[in-house]
């Protein structure tokens, strides 16, 4: 399974959209994030429902698209603290009490930077 994703360049209030394009099929789907001096955190997770970070709750939606092996993180209201390079994930062996835990994922995406200018 290959991962590629997409990131960018906005400003603070606005929003942007991640894509993942996986070469096979996943069960589930994840997005994780990386500040710098930070260590990798958790930002929301999709399988048959969606799981999120706190932090990101009400702002961030997952979204899937089984057809493409495409998952998707619309990401509204950018905080300058958001930015980090976000990386995505799939695995197949995944219970409900792993979601938020990068080791349980199998594959991983190369990152993709996301800057948020003030």
């Known amino acids: 399974v290959q991962l590629q994703a997409s990131g960018g360049l906005v400003q603070t209030g606005g929003s942007l959209r991640l894509s993942c394009v996986a070469s096979?099929?996943?069960?589930?789907m994840g997005w994780f994030r990386q500040a710098p001096g930070k260590e990798r955190e958790f930002v929301a997770a999709?399988?048959?429902?969606?799981y999120y970070a706190d932090s990101v709750k009400g702002r961030f939606t997952i979204s899937r698209d089984n057809a493409k092996n495409t998952v998707y993180l619309q990401m509204n209201s950018l905080k300058p603290e958001d930015m980090a390079v976000y990386y995505c994930?799939?695995?197949?062996?995944?219970?409900?009490?792993?979601?938020?835990?990068?080791?349980?994922?199998?594959?991983w995406g190369q990152g993709t930077l996301v800057t948020v200018s003030s």
């Open positions: 994930a799939s695995g197949n062996r995944l219970i409900q009490s792993t979601i938020t835990q990068g080791t349980a994922y199998d594959y």
């Open positions: 096979g099929r996943a069960i589930t």
């Open positions: 999709i399988r048959w429902t969606e």
